[in-house]
């Protein structure tokens, strides 16, 4: 079991060089299992694939991962039919840190959010976020990927 210490934006306007150049990965998740709290989640990452479970909300989460083979993916991708999210994540290195920059498709197409993972607690309420991001939604679980994938982007959009 690993601990996911994570801060989330979202991000209304990206400068293009930000992402200029940067590796990105292809993703697609579904998930068999979406409740706050507690998600269940197959991921396909650049025809990698990963079973992911989460277990609590905001700053800090539980998180286990596996890899598992095409056939188990294919096996539990049809259970997450309405509950999908497909982006292109592009990683950023700034000050130590990877910056997750997700670019939505599909139904959520043109939304964008920020991810940065830190070490511990004390590194994430140290971080000053880029001038370009965005409300931060850490505590919102409304933004989790989970929560999209079931419900969309929220109406009632967190102003900037």
């Not at 277990?55 to 991962?65: A, N, S």
Request: charged letters at 30%; glycine letters at 8%.
């Amino acid at each position: 079991m690993g601990q996911e210490i994570e801060r989330r934006f979202i991000v209304n306007a990206l400068p293009p060089e930000i992402i200029a150049n940067q590796p990105c990965s292809e993703i697609r998740q579904g998930y068999v299992a979406a409740d706050p709290g507690k998600e269940l989640r197959a991921r396909d990452k650049n025809r990698r694939y990963f079973l992911t479970r989460k277990r609590g909300t905001g700053l800090v989460r539980e998180e286990h991962e596996i890899e598992v083979g095409l056939d188990v993916f294919e096996m539990i991708w049809p259970l997450t039919e309405g509950r999908r999210v497909e982006k292109t994540r592009y990683h950023v290195e700034q000050a130590g840190l990877t910056m997750e920059i997700d670019i939505y498709h599909g139904d959520l197409n043109g939304r964008m959010s920020l991810e940065v993972e830190f070490p511990d607690p004390q590194a994430a309420n140290a971080y000053q976020p880029p001038a370009w991001a965005g409300q931060e939604v850490t505590e919102d679980s409304r933004y989790n990927n989970a929560q999209l994938a079931l419900n969309g982007w929220p109406e009632d959009e967190p102003a900037t």
